[in-house]
């Protein structure tokens, strides 16, 4: 069996940047768009790279993409695209800056039409992990399977961020829905 998330965490230590993460924000249902769009740029970004390097760059990433704030990212310029090229504290990729761009506009679009995309997220709950990347490939740029799960398990829509032995994981389960615990 595959070592889990908390296993992790338990075994680098007490002082890991993962410990906070983890312990507040993995798994935890998120409320506000702004929020969930910049979780779903940060698991964008992690994509061929380690979620610690991520981590030491997360408040680099909230203050270059204007704290995610979905109408400014959704109208970013040319200009502010390059700013975002030279910026060495976030990743420098084309194509992951180009998709959280695209992607604050797809969000644009969602919101127009069902209110939210957290209410969007909630319609759509629950599916399965392959209904759900099916969907996002439909939506989103750069949204590949591995992207699509932590992105959902992060938020809470999937299970799997907590093993029930993780003191967290009751700490999650209280804060979700009752409809959401399906």
Same mark, same amino acid.
């Given at each position: 069996?595959?070592?889990?998330?908390?296993?992790?965490?338990?075994?680098?230590?007490?002082?890991?940047?993962?410990?906070?993460?983890?312990?507040?924000?993995?798994?935890?249902?998120?409320?506000?768009?702004?929020?969930?769009?910049?979780?779903?740029?940060?698991?964008?970004?992690?994509?061929?790279?380690?979620?610690?390097?991520?981590?030491? /760059?997360?408040?680099?990433? $909230? =203050? *270059?993409?204007?704290?995610? +704030?979905?109408? &400014?990212?959704?109208?970013?310029?040319? !200009?502010?695209?390059?700013?975002?090229?030279?910026?060495?504290?976030?990743?420098?990729?084309?194509?992951?800056?180009?998709?959280?761009?695209?992607?604050?506009?797809?969000?644009?679009?969602?919101? /127009?039409?069902?209110?939210? $995309? =957290? *209410?969007?997220?909630?319609? +759509?709950?629950? &599916?399965?992990?392959?209904?759900?990347? !099916?969907?996002?490939?439909?939506?989103?740029?750069?949204?590949?399977?591995?992207?699509?799960?932590?992105?959902?398990?992060?938020?809470?829509?999937?299970?799997?961020?907590?093993?029930?032995?993780?003191?967290?994981?009751?700490?999650?389960?209280?804060?979700?829905?009752?409809?959401?615990? &399906?």
């Amino acid at each position: 069996m595959a070592s889990s998330y908390c296993d992790f965490v338990q075994n680098a230590g007490k002082d890991s940047i993962h410990r906070p993460y983890h312990d507040n924000e993995y798994g935890f249902p998120l409320h506000s768009d702004d929020e969930l769009f910049a979780r779903l740029v940060l698991e964008i970004n992690q994509a061929g790279l380690s979620w610690q390097t991520i981590l030491n /760059k997360k408040d680099n990433f $909230f =203050k *270059a993409f204007d704290n995610f +704030n979905i109408d &400014k990212v959704a109208r970013y310029s040319d !200009k502010k695209r390059e700013k975002l090229l030279q910026d060495a504290g976030i990743i420098r990729n084309r194509l992951k800056i180009d998709a959280a761009i695209s992607n604050a506009k797809a969000i644009k679009q969602i919101q /127009k039409e069902h209110g939210s $995309f =957290k *209410a969007w997220l909630d319609m +759509n709950h629950p &599916k399965s992990k392959e209904e759900w990347v !099916k969907l996002f490939k439909l939506t989103f740029r750069f949204t590949g399977g591995e992207i699509v799960n932590e992105f959902l398990m992060s938020t809470g829509y999937l299970p799997g961020a907590h093993v029930e032995s993780c003191p967290i994981y009751k700490k999650v389960a209280k804060q979700k829905p009752m409809w959401m615990k &399906k």
